[in-house]
């Protein structure tokens, strides 16, 4: 069964930094695209960054030259560098990963952004 455990969220000011990290377990496979997802409260879950296998990076849009997406040298980790951090970038986090056209999800760390 594949895991994803995600760390590294928390609370900070605006303009601050955070790193979220995410290691999947559970398989001998290099996951396929691996990323980063956002819920806020109220709203859609959307996508924040994905990398392919490949290392081909896409970012939506509110996070470009902000955020940086990478794969980890550890097989299956994925990180995520969040600088000058907007109390709109307030949201749980969640982790995916795709192995063999299936989808798996971590639990979510919450990342709060204050004013």
């Known amino acids: 069964q594949v895991q994803l455990v995600e760390s590294g969220g928390g609370l900070v000011q605006a303009g601050g930094s955070l790193r979220l990290s995410c290691a999947a377990s559970?398989?001998?496979?290099?996951?396929?695209?691996m990323g980063w997802y956002r819920q806020a409260p109220g709203k859609q879950r959307e996508l924040v960054a994905t990398?392919?296998?490949?290392?081909?990076?896409n970012y939506v849009d509110s996070v470009k030259g902000r955020f940086t997406i990478s794969r980890g040298n550890a097989k299956n980790t994925v990180t995520l560098q969040m600088n000058s951090l907007k109390p709109e970038d307030t949201a749980v986090y969640y982790c995916?990963?795709?192995?063999?056209?299936?989808?798996?999800w971590g639990q979510g760390t919450q990342v709060t952004v204050s004013s």
């Open positions: 995916h990963g795709t192995l063999n056209w299936r989808d798996y």
């Open positions: 559970g398989t001998i496979f290099s996951m396929n695209a």
């Open positions: 990398v392919s296998s490949g290392a081909t990076t």
